[in-house]
């Protein structure tokens, strides 16, 4: 397979930001955190007054009276950190403007497992601890590590399906949110009621403004600092600014209307390259995408590859000798913690996910197997980031260092007990396995128009297992490097492939002619005959061209041509593009498997592992089907 034919949709190339490109991100930072924890593990035994001297340093920042001034590890907890919770509060966002959230029903559950393993691991740690030095840190036992997990299951659950991970993910939201709550309310300083008051009304104002529709990236920014020094000097952890901007920062599929005219400005330019239409141009490409997509672009690598890592190296430095070691592990510190996350967080997920499901009749139910549940519940109990955050704030000296001990033992026995979980799907069927890992909960359906037989234009079996829907324009090259894609599909004699219309006028001046020749073919039974030639002909869809292909094709050539030249079947092209607006589609190729929109690339490799878990949770429900038949 070529390098090119595993380019992405136009949707996950940038017009939407969806949550497997979350994953990806977190997925592959985590290796870069791993090695910036054992870093600062080398660089504390090796030398520690040089690490905490250097962590130490005081940095100010004046302007005239006014002054501003940390160590270094306070300007990365409190400073740059707020950058890692704005990107948590736009995923959080996103999923409930895009996500499985668009269903309010389906918080329910993430969000109780989510609190209750916030609230178990904490309440073990305080029993632990009870009326000891630590008792204090109870909530470095709550948070699990977003990055460092997603990374580790990838390593640790290969195989895994996506759907395991976005449940995953729903619950650390939750998680993380909850977390910096806690943070600004029990682990805040004396509270100075004026600043705090400052620091509130200007969100508000910056809120007002999103509301309103001004996109100033520089007026946002100002207000963000301005909240940011407010919160600092009221005695609130300041990273809560960047929680609350991202909770506030909307999400939302790009209108074709705006692409259209964004393309217009684009042209402008190509025909008078100036500086004013250059920034015309450049506006009108933004406003098209939502303002939670560009944050995500513009600061999610940075907090996964840069900030999350260089808090693990400031934070995780810890001087370990054997008796160190002995004491550690003896103490109520990190036993409370080790004991909070291996045992409360697997305990708590799994549970409260039970008892929902229970009291609920099966009405809510995870949407994932139960064995994955327990994965989840287990991967859950690597805490890092948020735990050390919380750990610098409510302890010192030697808790301090017996709390970080905790917090990366516990690492390393929740990915062993973690491996195991996933190892026993080894020993299960095909069958078994698809029903422990994917469970038999019901899936959003993200395509609006379901597949009309009497209608569409269909290659395979009526009554194949899965269904591929391709949303396509016959003059995008991307759609030419998928065609030898779908034809390998379709040897598969248990899938059904269906080509709807979206000729993207403002960039192919010749797609809307080709589908309308399509179709004046389809009136002489051979759609696909002329798909595929067309396909196979990108660069010469000329009108002379189309009435080549159809003498080739041994078409009535009078009747087409007259079909072509009186747009005959422009309603049943228009058509397509309404489905293909209402189903949030914007570029081409898009593919719905089974109803549910693929995000990814379309090599051959990925869309049959698509099809195979839709299969799979295909003959799932088709099981479930009979049992209650």
């Not at 509270?191 to 520089?218: C, D, E, K």
């Not at 099966?362 to 994955?372: C, K, Q, S, T």
Request: aromatic share 8%.
């Amino acid at each position: 397979m070529s390098e090119p034919t595993r380019q992405r949709t136009l949707w996950q190339r940038g017009i939407a930001a969806p949550i497997r490109a979350f994953l990806r991100t977190e997925s592959a930072s985590a290796g870069v955190l791993v090695a910036a924890i054992l870093a600062a593990l080398l660089w504390s035994n090796v030398d520690t007054g040089s690490y905490e001297a250097f962590w130490r340093t005081t940095l100010s920042v004046r302007l005239g009276g006014a002054e501003v001034s940390a160590d270094l590890r306070e300007w990365v907890n409190s400073g740059l950190m707020t950058l890692f919770f704005l990107v948590v509060g736009l995923e959080a966002r996103r999923e409930f403007d895009l996500g499985d959230f668009r269903d309010r029903r389906r918080f329910l559950l993430p969000f109780s497992a989510g609190l209750v393993g916030l609230a178990l691991p904490a309440l073990i740690y305080t029993v632990v601890n009870l009326g000891g030095p630590g008792a204090h840190g109870w909530g470095v036992a709550m948070s699990t590590d977003t990055a460092l997990a997603l990374g580790l299951l990838t390593l640790l659950g290969r195989g895994v399906p996506d759907r395991v991970r976005v449940f995953l993910l729903t619950v650390f939201v939750v998680d993380d949110l909850v977390s910096l709550l806690v943070i600004a309310i029990a682990y805040s300083e004396q509270i100075s009621v004026l600043p705090l008051v400052i620091s509130v009304l200007v969100f508000v104002v910056l809120v007002v403004l999103r509301v309103a529709g001004v996109r100033s990236g520089v007026v946002h920014a100002l207000l963000g600092v301005i909240s940011w020094l407010a919160l600092l000097e009221s005695g609130v952890d300041p990273v809560v600014v960047g929680l609350g901007v991202g909770l506030a920062t909307s999400a939302y599929t790009p209108a074709r209307d705006d692409l259209e005219r964004a393309t217009g400005l684009f042209r402008l330019f190509r025909e008078q390259p100036t500086a004013e239409l250059a920034r015309e141009a450049t506006a009108g490409l933004n406003r098209s995408l939502s303002p939670n997509s560009r944050l995500q672009n513009m600061f999610h690598p940075w907090t996964s590859y840069v900030i999350v890592p260089l808090f693990g190296l400031a934070n995780a430095g810890v001087a370990i000798d054997g008796g160190f070691l002995a004491r550690a592990y003896t103490s109520p510190v990190t036993l409370g913690i080790i004991l909070g996350y291996v045992v409360g967080k697997p305990v708590a997920v799994v549970g409260t996910t039970w008892l929902i499901t229970r009291l609920s009749h099966g009405r809510i139910r995870p949407p994932v197997g139960w064995l994955a549940v327990a994965g989840s519940g287990t991967i859950a109990g690597i805490g890092f980031t948020v735990s050390l955050l919380i750990a610098t704030l409510a302890l010192r000296g030697q808790e301090l260092d017996q709390a970080k001990v905790g917090v990366l033992s516990a690492v390393l026995l929740s990915s062993g007990v973690t491996w195991a979980v996933y190892h026993t799907t080894r020993y299960l069927s095909p069958k078994k396995k698809a029903l422990a890992l994917l469970g038999t909960s019901e899936q959003l359906i993200d395509l609006v128009d379901e597949v009309d037989p009497d209608r569409d234009h269909i290659r395979g079996p009526a009554n194949a297992s899965v269904t591929v829907v391709e949303y396509g324009d016959f003059e995008c090259p991307y759609c030419g490097l998928a065609e030898p894609v779908v034809r390998d599909l379709l040897t598969d004699t248990d899938l059904r492939y269906v080509w709807r219309h979206l000729p993207l006028t403002d960039v192919h001046p010749r797609a809307q002619l080709a589908a309308e020749a399509a179709e004046a073919a389809a009136a002489q039974g051979a759609f696909w005959p002329m798909h595929d030639l067309l396909m196979q002909r990108q660069d010469n869809l000329r009108i002379v061209d189309l009435l080549s292909y159809a003498e080739e094709l041994g078409l009535d050539r009078e009747r087409f041509h007259d079909d072509v030249k009186r747009h005959q079947h422009e309603a049943r092209i228009a058509q397509d593009v309404q489905s293909a607006d209402l189903s949030g589609v914007s570029g081409t190729p898009t593919f719905f498997i089974n109803g549910q929109r693929h995000y990814g690339s379309f090599d051959l490799e990925t869309l049959t592992a698509a099809v195979k878990t839709a299969r799979a949770r295909a003959v799932i429900e088709r099981h479930q089907a009979a049992r209650t038949a």
